[in-house]
Every structure is written in structure tokens, then in C-alpha cells.
């Protein structure tokens, strides 16, 4: 009875510990969406990017290359065994939420002084939003494939 009883415990302390990496991991794919996020509203409300400042790098290449990423990293949010079954719902919810956010982010531009709202740089940022996206869901689509 008593070696039984060792057997349930032994189990159950490894169903916890697996809980308990599960539940850290879920946190730790979603902090680069919150990272980019965050750090997108704070360079949206400079005057201008002090990095970018002496590069002649065209705008709308930084807005596709920061809303791909920004979307890429969304697709994280999204449980994995999702992208099995909804993956077409999944990727239409990053592409609108990241073009919607483009709309915000331009508009939260309209306040900065020394910046402007631009029509092309929303474009930029669907596209980016579309990329991140679809490579965003490409990658998800070949960890459930990986994984089961």
C-alpha cells in the first residue's frame, strides 16, 4: 500500500512541476508582444528615433519591418494546438488587431510635434502586419506539425 501511495505522489509532483513549466513558458512567449508593443508607443511619441536620426533608411521600411515583428510576436499569444484547427482565424485576428493598432499609432502620431500622420505608413504597417503574420502562422503551423 504504501509503495502505491509513493507512486501517486511521485506522479502528482510531476503533473505540478509540468504545470509549472507549462505556466512559465506560456508567460515567456508572450513578453516580446508586450516588449514591442510598449516599446512602439513610447518611440510613437518622439519627436523623432534618436537611433535613426543620421541613417537614411526610408520610413515606411522601419514601419513594415516593426509591425512584422510586432505581428510575428502576436501570433505567440494564441494557444498552439489552435493553430491545428483555427489557424486561418488566428492569423486574420494579427493581421486586423496589428492594422488596427497601425490606425491607433498613427493617430497617437497626430499629437507628437514634428511628426505626421501618413496614409503610407498605415500601408507600410498592414504589410508588416501581414508578413509578421503569415510567417508568424508558418512558424506556429510547423511546431504543431513538430510536435504531434
Not at 505540478?16 to 510613437?44: E, G, H, M, Q, W
Not at 523623432?48 to 505567440?76: E, M, Q
Request: proline share 3%.
Amino acid at each position: 500500500m504504501k509503495r502505491r501511495v509513493d507512486r501517486k505522489e511521485r506522479l502528482r509532483s510531476i503533473c505540478i512541476s509540468i504545470n509549472k513549466k507549462d505556466l512559465v513558458i506560456n508567460v515567456l512567449v508572450r513578453i516580446p508582444a508586450l516588449f514591442i508593443t510598449v516599446a512602439s508607443i513610447y518611440l510613437s511619441s518622439l519627436p523623432y528615433i534618436p537611433a535613426l536620426s543620421g541613417i537614411r533608411i526610408s520610413d515606411k521600411l522601419v514601419h513594415l519591418v516593426c509591425f512584422a515583428g510586432l505581428a510575428g510576436s502576436w501570433t505567440l499569444w494564441f494557444p498552439l494546438n489552435s493553430w491545428k484547427k483555427h489557424s486561418v482565424r488566428n492569423l486574420l485576428i494579427c493581421v486586423i488587431g496589428v492594422a488596427l493598432y497601425g490606425v491607433l499609432d498613427e493617430w497617437h502620431q497626430s499629437f507628437t510635434p514634428h511628426r505626421e500622420v501618413s496614409a503610407y505608413d498605415w500601408l507600410a504597417d498592414v504589410g508588416g502586419a501581414i508578413l509578421g503574420s503569415v510567417s508568424g502562422c508558418f512558424l506556429m503551423r510547423l511546431l504543431v506539425k513538430k510536435r504531434i
